[in-house]
């Protein structure tokens, strides 16, 4: 049996998503719990690997059982399993060919930043933080320039792991609510750091050190020094994966509970 779960995360505590030996780590504390509820060794496979301190509102995993349990099984025994900053939103059984990462067609990340002289204190694992004032229309004119496909060698750690720079961005939205400026953006597939270089260089066209068609000379470059420094990854989010309408997996869009 392959089942597919949907799971949200604080990653304010752990040392990213990737199984470690010796740090925790998300991938570490929800196989644990479901390897309790299934009474067997269970590993996972995630549709993407987020850093230390990124959170998820709607990362998707799926594994190989032979364990007889039902949906709800899964969601609530998982849950009791798990530490209160980790949860199994639903659960799904579908056939062998799905597979979590290779099969979804898109991801989506939010990324807030919360825009005020004062340094936040409540939400200061949960959102970046810039004092200066950010002209987000400047911003979201900037990052048009991001969308369709694009050679994103100048928003790509140097640690990098993939085979190709290229990257098609489908939809780059910012808006502000009050004190928060939220990025929202959806490709295909990303880059390590793709989102949090991208929101350094629109960060720097919101303050007016840099103009809107700035982003152009960076993606020409092809270089990382071009850009800015990474922007911190508390603010961001995983917040939906897309797949192919007949798997029967929820399409959803989570929105993080900071704003609606």
């Given amino acids: ?7 949200e995360y604080d990653g304010n505590k752990y040392h990213g998503w990737q199984r470690q030996p010796v740090m ?5 504390s929800l196989e644990q719990a479901l390897s309790s509820v299934a009474d067997q060794p269970i590993v996972v496979q995630a549709a993407g690997r987020t850093d230390t301190g990124v959170h998820a509102t709607g990362q998707v ?11 709800k099984a899964w969601v609530y025994g998982t849950n009791s399993n798990l530490p209160k ?16 990462r290779f099969s ?16 936040p204190s409540l939400l200061r694992s949960h959102v970046s933080w810039n004092y200066r004032s950010l002209d987000h229309k400047s911003m979201a004119h900037a990052a048009e320039y991001f969308i369709g496909e694009h050679d994103f060698t100048s928003f ?3 640690d990098c792991q993939s085979k190709s720079p290229m990257r098609e961005v489908h939809h780059f939205r910012v808006a502000r609510q009050g004190d928060l400026v939220i990025l929202d953006v959806a490709a295909n597939a990303f880059l390590h750091h793709m989102v949090r270089n991208m929101a350094g260089v629109l960060m720097s066209v919101g303050t007016g050190r840099r103009s809107v068609e700035w982003i152009q000379e960076v993606l020409a470059a092809k270089d990382r020094s071009a850009g800015c420094e990474t922007a911190p990854p508390y603010g961001l989010y995983l917040a939906q994966v897309c797949y192919p309408d ?5 399409q959803e869009f989570i929105k993080p509970m900071i704003f609606q």
């Fill in 156 to 158: 790509r750690a140097i």
């Fill in 246 to 250: 007949d798997p029967g997996i929820p």
């Fill in 85 to 100: 900053d980790i949860s199994v939103r639903w659960a799904r059984f579908v056939s062998e060919d799905f597979h979590a």
């Fill in 1 to 7: 049996m392959r089942v597919v779960l949907g799971i």
């Fill in 24 to 28: 925790a780590t998300v991938q570490n």
């Fill in 104 to 119: 979804a067609k898109a991801r989506r990340y939010i990324y807030i930043i919360y825009n005020n002289a004062i340094r």
């Fill in 61 to 71: 995993v799926h594994f190989d059982c032979d364990a007889q349990r039902s949906h």
